[in-house]
RNA sequence: GCCGAAGUGGCGGAAUUGGUAGACGCGCACGACUCAAAAUCGUGUAUCGCAAGGUGUGAGGGUUCGACUCCCUCCUUCGGCACCA
């Protein structure tokens, strides 16, 4: 028998491959499937990661291929961000010729996996023909209105010295660097995808996407249901009124969508607009607190009798970073001396707080206290020593089945009140009844909240999901494609004058004024006016590579059409993606800011569908040999380079499919005899070509007609380790029996799916002189496995006691007799009653017998 | 705290969705080949028991002729969010 050695075969039929461009996309699909992996950084190393990725999807593509749909499997690189200026700053290396370089190292690493990937689709979003379109595309957002170039308060990572969006927090530090991040007011480039949160929401139900996936999106966006409920401002002299330019103000507060303005009343005086989702507990506001970063605050400032204690804390809570905020929990806050805020509903004069337990973002940025029944305001009513009034009580059942609703008077509603004044946990359930709360009294929470809200409030929705900070202050990135003019303000760059090309640049260096180094190329960031043509500056941030990678799919299609971002032809053919895999570190944040680009294009017209990804699925991520995450500093890090080296790239795609489930997302230790155990199957099957016979076995027509009957079911549900195992059964029998080459071709294509190389090879060294590549999956023949006699297992009272060979002829009162005669059946039944027969065609029989 | 996923041999994991639990692979044991080792091949491998047979899918209960699978209570692990009102 010949060696297996796969260098040779590996490198012989790649090249092969190559010069046939064997895997150009049929630009004309009858049946079409799309099938994307997340493409990757160009870190200039391929890791197992990236194997798991690709080469796991590779055999899922070449399934969708055998099975005659015209499949496009494209590759790309997200290649700007920080990586290649770090290494520049660093190392005085040239961002671009360092991401190109390792773009070129990557790309061969990749071709040596053997995938059928057509190179011809290759997206990098670094190319000015690439980003053409990204820049393209956000002016079509800015027509449309959803782009926002307003002064933010934004995370300011001090060491990369640049803004990060919420989802580029990791616990409060930038999760690039783990550096805490500062609080910074700014002016950025935001989008509003907040206006697309209940969609995001909503039409994840037509998705047949995993359902953890779905609910993070969900619990990211964090809709929720909710009133609001404003309280008018009293001051030592009466109601306050608003300064006139804060009536008009557009001033927002962060970028959050409350304008100023909703807090003034149609007489023009000031208001505090609350949200809240318990407008049941309404009647238990005992004091009301404003976050203290809230504009609010400072339009407030006249009245304040005690602005310096107020300006101290103010001035402490800015510079709180967010993890500080986060570890430390203690409440803390400032009464605002001088102005009371009044119950809408009592009248009832009641203190304003300003406290960093209140979130500016969230809401209105201000909530009411009822600290009876918040764990949060609880503490900081005992803090601060303030009124608790209790107006819920649990809405238990008593043992006789009654309700006891006669319950403000009794002992029960004195202990409550004595809990609370001895510190104990307020009552927060919503399962609960109203009491102390006048014409509300004796309601159940769901009927006060509608019954409140309807007399005092206003109905309303919020959500966590703030709107995407798109600014970057760094120079590899997409150039914003915007012109400051000091007459015409801020202007597009007109569509004819793209792409905006990022310039070469000798030196990059941050500096501490918080503008990108592109802010220093005069030469560049002079320009003219496009409405007055008079001198004008361009904008020197440049885009959240998150931009880059929202719609990179869409450019696969076509990717080097240059006038439009791809053909209406094109989008037609292949859109949607029909299986998008990827990693679960982006369940948030890229997945959702593609689903929101996605449909922002569909509304524009760019695109057929609204959403993009049909099916998605979260893969798992490779341990080391010791079970833990693979890295550097704990040098458990298997090189994937060395390891096709010693057993070939077949055996690694065919080792890392059969660790487990790929659609589960589970995290699989590598284990370096598994790898060992795929190369033995591997030269056994190598080594069956000596054996093909001329007519196969009854044993072997049983083997291969199994495996073509159920090999589908594996591929469609991603279990590519069950998959293989049943070509290892089939083997297992094909050994040692007689077959024939017929048979050996449809398992080999079968088999090329896992081992490409190795299938070709045997395939070739069996006499065909068609590329295997080109074969269709046999159809089973389902008669010879129908043929088969039947395993009945017969159970008595529900224990297997024997199996039964039978015919598959036979029918069901022959099988049932035949149990009952066979003697170790017997053995169970013999003098005693069967009381029922139950019989599961082709499976078993049951009885169940008395005394 | 809230949301989600999952608990099966020494290990990774199977089980046609309520029908013979442990497929396949690794590991291990014994045997063959070898002067020996490696490689390879063969046999065995949940557990208690000489056996007949019993017990076993995180724990406890329930439904059923029959439960890893369905229902209830609880425990543990992992992932996401988290002062979100």
């Not at 330019?245 to 009343?265: G, M, S, W, Y």
């Not at 001035?315 to 500080?324: G, I, P």
């Not at 310039?503 to 501490?512: L, T």
Request: hydrophobic residues 35%; aromatic residues 10%; proline residues 5%.
């Amino acid at each position: 028998m010949k060696d297996y050695n796969h260098k040779e075969i590996e490198s012989k039929w790649q090249k092969e491959w190559e010069s046939k461009n064997l895997f150009k996309t049929n630009p004309n699909p009858k049946d079409k499937s799309y099938l994307l992996v997340e493409f990757p950084y160009p870190s200039g190393d391929l890791h197992v990661g990236h194997w798991y990725a690709f080469a796991v999807t590779d055999i899922f593509a070449r399934y969708m291929h055998h099975l005659g749909k015209d499949v496009l499997f494209p590759f790309g690189f997200d290649s700007f961000g920080l990586p290649a200026e770090n290494a520049a700053i660093k190392r005085g290396l040239n961002p671009k010729t360092w991401t190109y370089s390792n773009i070129e190292k990557m790309i061969e690493q990749v071709k040596s996996m053997g995938t059928m990937i057509d190179w011809d689709t290759k997206v990098v979003t670094s190319d000015p023909e690439y980003y053409k379109w990204t820049q393209w595309l956000f002016l079509q957002f800015y027509k449309k209105g959803l782009v926002k170039h307003e002064q933010t308060h934004v995370n300011w990572c001090p060491s990369c010295k640049t803004v990060l969006a919420n989802e580029q927090l990791e616990g409060g530090v930038c999760e690039r660097c783990s550096s805490a991040v500062e609080q910074k007011e700014m002016k950025q480039w935001n989008i509003e995808i907040t206006k697309y949160a209940d969609r995001l929401i909503d039409d994840l139900d037509s998705l047949n996407w995993p359902h953890h996936i779905k609910e993070a999106q969900k619990n990211w966006i964090g809709r929720s249901h909710g009133t609001f409920f404003t309280f008018d401002i009293k001051g030592t002299g009466g109601v306050i009124p608003a300064p006139n330019d804060v009536i008009l103000a557009e001033a927002r507060i962060q970028d959050h969508q409350t304008p100023l303005a909703d807090f003034t009343n149609a007489q023009g005086n000031l208001q505090i607009k609350v949200f809240t989702t318990r407008p049941d507990t309404f009647m238990g506001v005992t004091y009301v607190v404003v976050a203290p970063e809230h504009d609010l605050v400072q339009t407030l400032k006249p009245s304040i009798s005690n602005w310096s204690e107020v300006q101290t804390y103010i001035d402490q809570t800015n510079k709180k970073t967010d993890l500080d905020r986060q570890t430390n929990k203690d409440k803390t806050g400032v009464e605002l001396k001088g102005i009371k805020a009044l119950h809408p509903a009592t009248g009832r004069e009641i203190p304003v707080f300003i406290s960093d337990y209140v979130i500016a973002t969230y809401g209105t940025g201000c909530v009411m206290a009822v600290p009876a029944h918040d764990d949060r305001d609880f503490e900081f009513a005992q803090k601060y020593n303030l009124e608790i009034k209790v107006v819920l009580r649990p809405n238990v059942i008593r043992v006789d089945g009654s309700f006891n609703k006669d319950f403000d008077s009794t002992e029960e509603l004195t202990k409550l009140n004595e809990d609370y004044l001895n510190g104990k946990k307020p009552f927060v359930g919503d399962n609960a009844l109203i009491f102390n709360s006048g014409e509300f009294n004796g309601l159940t929470s769901e009927q006060a909240k509608d019954a409140i809200t309807s007399k005092y409030g206003e109905k309303t929705t919020t959500y966590k999901l703030q709107d995407w900070s798109v600014s970057r202050q760094r120079y590899w990135g997409c150039p914003i494609p915007m012109i400051h003019c000091t007459s015409c303000g801020t202007i597009p760059v007109p569509e004819d004058q793209l792409p905006v090309v990022l310039p070469d640049m000798d030196k990059i260096e941050m500096r501490d004024d918080g503008k990108s180094p592109l802010a220093h190329n005069h030469e560049w960031v002079e320009a003219s006016c496009p409405q007055c043509g008079s001198k004008a500056e361009r904008e020197t941030d440049t885009l959240d590579t998150f931009v880059d990678s929202s719609w990179y799919y869409t450019r696969y299609i076509d990717p080097k059409n240059d006038t439009e971002i791809a053909s209406e032809q094109a989008k037609k053919t292949w859109l949607p993606i029909d299986f998008y895999s990827g990693g679960s570190e982006h369940t948030t944040r890229h997945l959702l800011y593609a689903r929101f680009v996605y449909k922002v294009m569909y509304d524009l017209g760019i695109v057929p569908q609204s959403e993009p990804f049909n099916k998605r699925n979260n893969r798992g991520l490779i341990l080391g040999t010791d079970g833990d995450k693979m890295s550097k500093s704990k040098g458990n890090v298997i090189n994937p380079d060395e390891v096709v080296e010693r057993v070939g790239a077949d055996v690694v795609r065919a080792y890392l499919a059969f660790m487990g489930p790929y659609g589960e997302a589970g995290n699989y230790p590598w284990d370096p005899n598994g790898v060992v155990g795929i190369r033995r199957f591997f030269e056994r099957v190598y080594s069956l070509v000596e054996k093909v016979s001329t007519q196969d076995s009854k044993e072997a027509l049983v083997a291969i007609n199994t495996l073509l009957s159920q090999i589908t079911t594996d591929f469609e549900q991603l279990k590519f380790n069950t998959g293989l195992s049943k070509l290892m059964v089939c083997i297992n029998s094909l050994e040692k029996t007689e077959f024939s080459k017929d048979t050996f071709k449809k398992f080999l294509v079968v088999f090329e799916t896992y081992a490409p190389h190795l299938a070709q090879e045997i395939w070739s060294s069996i006499g065909e002189s068609d590329l295997i590549y080109n074969q269709l999956f046999s159809t089973p023949d389902v008669s010879i496995l129908a043929d088969q006699k039947l395993k009945i297992a017969v159970q008595v009272n529900g224990k297997t006691r024997t199996v039964l060979e039978v015919d598959p002829n036979l029918s069901k009162e022959e099988i049932l007799a035949q149990a009952k005669s066979n003697p170790e059946v017997l053995r169970w039944i013999e003098g005693k009653e069967i009381v029922k027969e139950i019989y599961v065609p082709q499976k078993l029989v049951s009885f169940v017998i008395k005394g």
